[in-house]
C-alpha cells in the first residue's frame, strides 16, 4: 500500500457503506480501518457498515452434518477450497492468522484422474505435484469460513449487518430526501448517496458506497443509477459452478480409490471428465483430521453454466453418476451422505489477452464496485481489490 502515514489531509469521518460481506468486503473494511489508524484521531475514524444478504461471509463457505451415533461431522468447504498468497503485501498480511494456525499451508498431494469407461476397471491415477511451501496453497481452520469470520470480529468501528439485501441504487430514488428538494437518493452538494433495503426502509446515508457483489448481482445494484461505469461491470464473464458434496460413515466404508489404506494417499484430483473437474478430500487437511470422511467435488465451470438454470435434484444425479464413475464405489463403499449446491456466480473466466479490469470508480458519486471478479476472480484478488478501493478513497480526501 502507498504510505498514508505521510498524507497531510486526514479522512473527516467519512461515513462508507460496503455492499457485502464477503472476503473483498471483510478485507476492504479492515484496510480502510488500519490506513486510517495510521493518520487519523479516533474522532475521525470512518464509520464503516457493512450489508450483507446472508447469514455468513459469502463464496467462503462451509456445510457440515453431525452423525446423531458418533456426535462426530462431515465437513466440506463447498466454495473456495484453499487460497494463494503470491504477493508479498499479502503474504506479510495473511502472517499473523499464520502464526496462530488459524491459517495452515495445506501440502496437498496432488493426482490426475481418469475415470475408467468400463466399470469392473478402476480409475487411472497419476501422481501430478505437491502443494508446497515453495508455492503454498493456504486453508483456514477448523473450517473455511473461520478466518473470515476472524476478520468480522476484529473489525472495531465496522457494523456488520447480516440478512439485509440492499436495493438497487435507483430503485427508490422516487424516496422523498430529506436534505434536498429534488426526489433522489444522490446529494449533488454533500456527495452522499442514501440506500435501502429491499423493503424500502432507509439503511442511511453514506458518503462512499462501495459495492463488492458478483459482477451479475452488481450490474442489477447499479442499473439506472447514472453509475458512469455501468457499461464495464459485465466485462467479466462469470460462470456457474455446481458443488457436490459426499460422507461416509467410516474410513474402512470408504471404495478402494479413496482408500489410503489400500491405494496411495492422495488429497487432491484433477480429474479428466465432461462433468467434473476437481476433488478434494476434507478428512486429510490439515487440523481436519476429526472428521468423519468427506469429499468435496467440484464440477466443471463450463458444463456448470451450460446446466446452471436445471433442476437441482437432476444435476445431482448427473453429479453422482459421474463421482461414481471416477471414485468407483459399489453399494457397499457407496456414500451414505450426498448434497449438491448451486453457485450461479462461481469463477471469473481469465482471458490472459485481456488487461486486468480492477475496481470500477464513480468519483462524482463516490461510488466504487469491487470484487474478486474485477481482477483474476479469487481470493488473493480479494485482497487486491480491497487495496485498490482503499487507495481510491484515500486519493480524494
Ligand atoms: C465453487 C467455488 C470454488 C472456489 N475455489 C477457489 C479457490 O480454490 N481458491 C480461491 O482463491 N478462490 C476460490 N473461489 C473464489 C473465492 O471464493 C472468491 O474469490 C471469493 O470468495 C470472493 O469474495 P468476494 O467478497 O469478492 O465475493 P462474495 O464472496 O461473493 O461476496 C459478495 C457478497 O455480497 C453479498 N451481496 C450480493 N448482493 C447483495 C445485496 N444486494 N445486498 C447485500 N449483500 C449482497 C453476497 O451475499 C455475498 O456474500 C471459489 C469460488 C467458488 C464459488
Redesign the pocket.
Known amino acids: 500500500m502507498t504510505d498514508h502515514a505521510s498524507c497531510s489531509t486526514v479522512l473527516a469521518a467519512p461515513k462508507i457503506a460496503i ?8 478485507l476492504t473494511a479492515t484496510l480502510l480501518a488500519r490506513a486510517s489508524n495510521q493518520i487519523s484521531s479516533p474522532s475521525n475514524t470512518p464509520q464503516i457498515t457493512i ?4 447469514r ?6 462451509t456445510r457440515y452434518r453431525s452423525d446423531s451415533e458418533t456426535g462426530k461431522n462431515w465437513q466440506w468447504s ?7 498468497a503470491k504477493t508479498a503485501d499479502f503474504q506479510q498480511f495473511i502472517a499473523p492468522w499464520l502464526d496462530i494456525g488459524l491459517l495452515q499451508p495445506w501440502c496437498a498431494e496432488v493426482v490426475e484422474l481418469t475415470p475408467a469407461n468400463d466399470r469392473a476397471k478402476l480409475p487411472d491415477i497419476h501422481s501430478k505435484e505437491q502443494w508446497d511451501a515453495i508455492h503454498a496453497r493456504y486453508i483456514s481452520t477448523p473450517k473455511m469460513t473461520s478466518w473470515g469470520r476472524e476478520l468480522a470480529t476484529e473489525l472495531k468501528h465496522t457494523t456488520i449487518v447480516f440478512k ?4 438497487p441504487l435507483a430503485q427508490y430514488s422516487h424516496h422523498q430526501n430529506p436534505q434536498q428538494s429534488q426526489n433522489q437518493t444522490f446529494n449533488q452538494n454533500s456527495k452522499q448517496t442514501e440506500l435501502f433495503d ?1 423493503t424500502g426502509a432507509s439503511l442511511g446515508w453514506f458518503d462512499w458506497v462501495i459495492c ?3 459482477n451479475g ?2 450490474v442489477e ?1 447499479m442499473a439506472d443509477s447514472d453509475f458512469s461505469q455501468q457499461a464495464n461491470i459485465t466485462k467479466p464473464q462469470m460462470q456457474a ?1 455446481y ?1 457436490l458434496m459426499l460422507g461416509w460413515d467410516d474410513v474402512q466404508k470408504l471404495p478402494e480409490t479413496l482408500n489410503s489404506q489400500l491405494a496411495p494417499q492422495w488429497d487432491v484430483a484433477y480429474l479428466n471428465s465432461a462433468v467434473l473437474d476437481r476433488i478434494f478430500i476434507e478428512h486429510q487437511k490439515p487440523a481436519h483430521d476429526a472428521l468423519l470422511p468427506s469429499v468435496t467435488i ?1 464440477a466443471r465451470n463450463d458444463w456448470s453454466q451450460v446446466h446452471v438454470d436445471d433442476d437441482i435434484e437432476a444435476v445431482k444425479a448427473k453429479l453422482l453418476e459421474a463421482a461414481k464413475q471416477a471414485l468407483n464405489w459399489n453399494d457397499d463403499s457407496a456414500p451414505s451422505q450426498t448434497d449438491c449446491h448451486r ?1 450461479r ?3 471469473t473466466i481469465v482471458n490472459k489477452d485481456t488487461k486486468e479490469l480492477g475496481i470500477l470508480v464513480d468519483e462524482t458519486k463516490q461510488w466504487i464496485v ?4 474485477c481482477a483474476t ?6 485482497y487486491q ?1 480491497a487495496q485498490k478501493t482503499v487507495e481510491a478513497i484515500w486519493q480524494t480526501q
Not at 450489508?51 to 446472508?54: A, I, P, R, T, V
Not at 455468513?56 to 463457505?61: D, I, K, T
Not at 439485509?164 to 436495493?167: L, S
Open positions: 455492499i457485502g460481506g464477503g472476503l473483498t468486503g471483510l450489508f450483507e444478504k446472508s455468513s461471509v459469502g463464496r467462503l463457505a463447498f466454495g473456495a477450497q484453499f487460497f494463494t439485509t439485501r440492499v436495493a429491499d463488492t457483489a458478483p448481482q452488481a445494484l459452478c458443488t467440484h453457485w456466480y462461481a469463477a469491487s470484487g474478486d471478479w476472480g479469487n481470493i488473493e484478488s480479494c481489490m
